[in-house]
């Protein structure tokens, strides 16, 4: 059993190698990720050759492998059935968005109360947005651990409330506005893409 | 000039605060803000002490006030102009966020090549959409620092190119693909949504 601060690291060296494939590196240095990770080098090596990695002497670690290996380590490297409950403007972009099928998220379904919007298909796999009252269903069927929230704020905890009669656990919300889980076994995450803003800010500011 | 690795950092905690506000935590400790950032409690209260935040003992750091404290010190407690680029589906759902300027983040035009948006208004806050070749006057008026790429993949690049003309220095990409700046001081970040798939992954895994 991993440690959970090891868990955090390791989560963090994850999302730090997915930026640097997007940037199109091949190679990082543990100075580097240092740079990156505000953690320091040796605790970086230490990580990573206790999971059997040990980088290239004189040249580091080789980004896109090492990205692999971290997931299979987290546990991540497997498919994975999602739904979205919202269907408006966030909700169809997140729909048509071709990397998730790439990374092994394939969201299933989609739930939306406008009955204008219920019936019809998104994106190139042809979703179907369905009632509100499928999920439940849908969710047994298909074996949905993870469930997208891209609904009004005033609709979230209600729907939040569904995804939880439904007994999916992992619940990723858009809505700026605070949930209340029922259950223990609930996480939730709360996605504001402010933070991307400021992070941008940081760097303009610091530079 | 405080070193590169205690902005990371204050960064990485800000980025934390975030989510505990959202969560509606008031309170909390840096044995919490250590499990939940993956650096260590000594260093995190060294850290907030030089920059004169105590925290209460036997209490802990107050979320908002050090969230509000650490955006001062990083310098980005102000007024941002930005402009976004691409008007579909996820564009317009970021031209509707309200949460940006609650923040100080303005996005004060957008940009489109479909002649059937320019003209069009977006957003509570009317944010009109123009050609793009009226990027330049509108990010020298309004002192732009900060755009926001939502086009198909496929335009991004020459879109980049058109922002960096215009001397916008941070560019927020969310189209998959890596673009290659024309200028040193161009800053590029790349979102993925993925990324929070990943994290609620790594949650369910590892519960
Ligand atoms: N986190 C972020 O960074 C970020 C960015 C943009 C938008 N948002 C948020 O995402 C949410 C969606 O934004 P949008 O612009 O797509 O809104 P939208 O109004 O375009 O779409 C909302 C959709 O939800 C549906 N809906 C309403 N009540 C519902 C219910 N009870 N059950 C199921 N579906 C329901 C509507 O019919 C509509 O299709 C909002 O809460 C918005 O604030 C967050
Ligand atoms: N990073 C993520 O997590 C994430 C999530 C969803 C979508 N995306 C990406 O965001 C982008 C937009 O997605 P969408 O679903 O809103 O697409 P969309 O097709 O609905 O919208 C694209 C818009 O860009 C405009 N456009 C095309 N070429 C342009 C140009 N040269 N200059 C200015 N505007 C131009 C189009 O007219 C259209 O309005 C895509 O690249 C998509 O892959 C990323």
Redesign the interface.
């Known amino acids: 059993k ?1 440690p ?2 090891t ?3 390791l ?2 060296y ?2 730090v190698l ?2 640097l494939i ?3 590196v091949e190679v990082v240095s543990s100075h580097r990720l ?6 320091n080098a040796p605790q970086i090596r230490k990580d990573l050759t206790y999971f059997g990695e040990f980088g290239v002497r004189g040249v580091g670690y080789f980004v896109i492998h090492l990205h692999d290996s971290i ?1 299979e380590i ?3 490297n497997k498919k ?1 059935n ?1 739904i979205l409950v919202g269907v ?3 909700g ?3 729909l ?5 099928e ?2 092994g ?1 394939h969201i299933i379904a989609a739930f939306d109360t406008d009955p204008s919007k219920i019936g019809k298909k998104f994106g190139t796999n042809e979703i179907p947005v369905m009632p509100l009252d499928n999920i439940k269903k849908i969710a047994k069927e298909y074996n949905v ?2 469930a997208i929230i891209t609904t009004p704020s005033e609709s979230a905890q209600i729907v939040l409330n569904v995804i939880e009669e439904a007994e999916i ?4 919300n858009f809505a ?1 506005i ?1 949930l209340t889980p029922n259950k223990k ?1 609930t ?21």
């Open positions: 991993i959970e601060a868990i955090k690291r989560s963090i994850h999302r997915n930026e997007h940037e199109g240092s740079e990156l990770t505000g953690l997931r987290l546990g991540i994975w999602v408006g403007k966030l169809q972009a997140l048509s968005y071709e990397n998730f790439k990374q998220y651990k993870i656990e992992g619940v990723i700026p605070k076994v996480k939730i995450s709360y996605v504001d893409l402010v933070t991307e803003l400021d992070k941008m800010a940081f760097k303009i500011t610091s530079s």
